[in-house]
């Protein structure tokens, strides 16, 4: 394997399990300037973008020396800037003994060679840089593997960068340009080849976890999971619910695996919680992308908490940031909470306005690092969750098995009997899973009254020619 492509992870910081990681994206960069790009386009705030920019960077380990910003009414299709700007970004780069420049923006592969070739420094983007983070701090098999397979993809169409590498290595002769095409041919087909291998692995790992999932369902459980923002407290909040010692930091992207707790409320109903990767503002798609299968979980949950930083200057984007990425993995119409974390760090008198959707959510302040309005945070999720449900009391014949086995899926049960009429069930069952439920409710009366068949069929024979009492849902499993 050609050198570039077994390089080892700067950070390599936690067990000796982990393995080198492969593909262009290995090593983090010490010291890099920003660049941004202001068109008549650009919707979110530039400046507060490279802030978070640059957070991500020094989550990465990269130091940032200085930002450049072009202003401009179309990007240059081939650089992204124009050329006066490249040769300047490149005496600067110089001047500052950089190691990299980053991109505030995801650039098109021919842009980032070209830029490669022209400021002959590492040229990364927003997708780099997070691939980066996540291939530094992914702890699970899964994570890993589809950090792994997005850093793949992210390589595959910009692999002639290692060719201009080659052949500046080389003095850049017609021969070795020859020879640099041929190994990059060597090298596409090595990743073509990895690619297969990890998306085999993946498939089997997320066979398993599917299982697990199953399994969990059908304890019945409703599933809590918490989403936000990075940084935003989700793990610590996950601690202070459960008890429990997830990773907190302050850092983006402290996690990246799910990891989830069983919870149980006051009035005994158990809950588990489920802590998710932090969001961030255009998560580049091919992360939602490489992370679906992990966010599949969240679209799943029976709930959702939304985990806002409260405290931060831009609240309001970071929700909308947070909404947008919901929608796209299907998680959008589930029933949320919001809580309003880090309550701790706002003057007494602070009214958080919140607008859109945000606004007409039930929620509650909160501060997961002291505790405060916990208690609140979990009435208000048991609330949530029992409005969700519908009460349900039900006799379920027994050539209806299979309505039987769904309760015990989705439902959780407060009393399970075998009548003679068939299965006596009381319990909640979410409001999507109940529809198959309703023919077989059985109304306010008590167990005695409740006849089996034969008796029933007597007493009808013999009421005969007086008017029928019996609501018509009953009667549709009577005759
Ligand atoms: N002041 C204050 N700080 C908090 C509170 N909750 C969390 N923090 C801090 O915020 C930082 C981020 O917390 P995490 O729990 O790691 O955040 P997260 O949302 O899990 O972050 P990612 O996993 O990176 O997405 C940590 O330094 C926490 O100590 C709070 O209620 N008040
Ligand atoms: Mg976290």
Redesign the pocket.
């Known amino acids: 394997m050609p050198e570039h492509m077994s390089s080892q992870p700067r950070n390599n910081n936690d067990s000796n399990e982990q393995k080198p990681m492969r593909g262009l994206l290995a090593d983090a960069p010490l010291r890099a300037i920003l660049v941004s790009v202001e068109t008549a386009e650009t919707d979110w705030p530039l400046q507060e973008s490279l802030d978070e920019l640059e957070q991500l960077a020094s989550t990465a380990g990269v130091q940032c020396v200085d930002r450049v910003v072009q202003k401009m009414d179309h990007p240059h299709p081939s650089t992204l800037l124009g050329s006066g700007k490249v040769k300047e970004l490149g005496e600067l780069l110089h001047a500052h003994d950089c190691d990299a420049v980053i991109f505030d923006l995801e650039l098109r592969p021919n842009q980032h060679r070209n830029l490669e070739r022209e400021l002959d420094i590492q040229v990364l983007d927003r997708t780099a840089l997070i691939l980066i983070i996540f291939g530094q701090r992914a702890r699970t098999r899964e994570g890993r593997l589809q950090v792994e397979l997005a850093q793949v993809e992210y390589d595959l169409p910009r692999l002639t960068r290692q060719w201009s590498h080659l052949s500046r290595q080389s003095g850049g002769g017609t021969n070795q340009r020859g020879e640099g095409e041929k190994q990059i041919e060597v090298d596409r087909r090595l990743l073509r080849r990895q690619k297969n291998l990890l998306e085999e692995e993946l498939e089997q790992v997320r066979g398993q976890r599917q299982l697990h999932r199953e399994r969990r369902k059908y304890a019945g459980a409703p599933v809590v999971a918490l989403v936000?923002y990075?940084?935003?407290?989700?793990?610590?909040?996950l601690n202070r619910l459960a008890g429990s010692e997830t990773l907190?930091?302050?850092?983006?992207?402290?996690?990246l695996d799910p990891t989830t707790r069983r919870v149980r409320l006051a009035g005994g109903q158990e809950i588990l919680f489920s802590?998710t990767?932090?969001f961030v503002q255009r998560l580049p798609t091919t992360l939602v992308a490489a992370f679906r299968a992990t966010l599949e979980e969240v679209a799943e949950a029976d709930l959702l908490v939304h985990?806002v930083d409260a405290s931060h200057p831009h609240v309001q984007h970071q929700i909308e940031a947070v909404e947008l990425v919901l929608e796209e993995i299907g998680g959008g119409g589930l029933p949320m909470v919001l809580a309003l974390?880090?309550?701790?760090?706002l003057p007494e008198d602070h009214q958080l306005e919140l607008k859109g959707v945000a606004a007409t959510l039930p929620k509650v302040e909160?501060?997961?690092?002291?505790g405060t309005g916990v208690d609140s945070l979990l009435r208000c999720i048991s609330e949530t969750l029992v409005a969700q449900f519908t009460a349900l009391d039900v006799l379920i014949p027994y050539d209806h098995g299979e309505l039987v086995a769904q309760f015990h899926q989705y439902g959780t049960i407060e009393l399970e009997e075998y009548e003679e009429g068939g299965t006596h069930l009381r319990g909640h069952m979410p409001q999507n899973h109940s529809g198959p439920f309703m023919p077989f409710q059985i109304e306010a009366q008590p167990k005695k009254a409740r006849l089996s068949k034969r008796a029933k069929q007597e007493e009808l024979e013999q009421d005969a020619d007086q008017p029928a009492e019996e609501p018509a849902q009953e009667e549709s499993f009577v005759s």
């Open positions: 936000g990075t940084n935003a407290g989700k793990s610590t909040m907190a930091e302050d850092k983006l992207f402290a996690t802590d990767v932090g985990v974390n880090k309550a701790d760090l909160v501060s997961a690092m002291q």
